[in-house]
């Protein structure tokens, strides 16, 4: 298994810009889930899913958009990209179950920089 | 915003000492969890907590659910140079839906 995989693992837009990181699990995980990772705040919650077609906002969905058409692939989009959007994205998938739900498995991250 | 308080922020240890982290908060968590991240990497389970006073290993990791379900502390002992990462607790509130948050991160550095 290749895990949790994203793409690009880097990448520089200019403000305005739209783009899709992508994220993909081949784990058969049901949830699924986007955070970003700044320095001196931990991991904040974009965009989570708990199954193919089900999407729901965290603690910082405005300016992305998510869907989620199969289980395995997870995208997360920037509409119009601004230099707050800046920031290291992660993409995490766990299994469904009271327990093993809590147990996420994370991508390498992509780091997006936004001029 | 910020619902966990993690402290310390950073660590400059000896190699071979002991190491304590903690994260505290003012909100009852149903389920503790501590991570570890490499440069260039994403985070890594260690040890996930399910119930108030629960003291889990794993190897020399000692993780444990704070009685009050408040806090939860992170031991390591004997430290060595691949300890070296960001260490991060993470938890469910239902009052947040049961959604992880995270703390903002201990920063381990070992002097060999």
């Known amino acids: 298994n290749a895990g949790v995989t994203q793409t690009p693992k880097f990448q520089v837009l200019k403000t305005g810009q739209s783009m899709t990181l992508q994220c993909a699990q081949d784990?058969?995980?049901?949830?699924m889930s986007w955070y970003r990772q700044d320095p001196g705040m931990g991991l904040r919650l974009i965009h989570y899913?708990?199954?193919?077609?089900?999407?729901d906002q965290g603690e910082v969905p405005n300016g992305y958009n998510v869907s989620r058409s199969t289980t395995e692939d997870f995208p997360l989009r920037l509409l119009s990209a601004a230099p707050s959007q800046t920031s290291v994205y992660f993409c995490?998938?766990?299994?469904?179950?009271?327990?093993?739900?809590?147990?996420?498995?994370f991508g390498p991250g992509t780091r997006l920089t936004v001029l | 915003g910020q619902q966990l308080n993690q402290s310390p922020q950073s660590m400059f240890i000896q190699e071979g000492e002991d190491v304590s982290m903690n994260c505290t908060s003012s909100?009852?968590?149903?389920?503790w969890l501590w991570y570890k991240q490499d440069p260039g990497e994403g985070p890594v389970l260690l040890i996930a907590l399910y119930k108030a006073g629960e003291l889990t290993s794993n190897g020399r990791l000692t993780a444990q659910f704070g009685i009050t379900r408040k806090d939860s502390f992170l031991n390591i002992s004997a430290s060595i140079p691949s300890d070296v990462g960001i260490y991060f607790c993470a938890g469910r509130i239902m009052e947040y839906g049961n959604k992880l948050v995270f703390g903002a991160g201990t920063i381990l550095r070992v002097k060999s």
């Open positions: 995490a998938s766990s299994p469904s179950g009271t327990l093993s739900y809590n147990e996420q498995f």
């Open positions: 784990m058969n995980h049901e949830y």
């Open positions: 899913s708990v199954g193919a077609g089900i999407t």
């Open positions: 909100s009852i968590f149903n389920t």
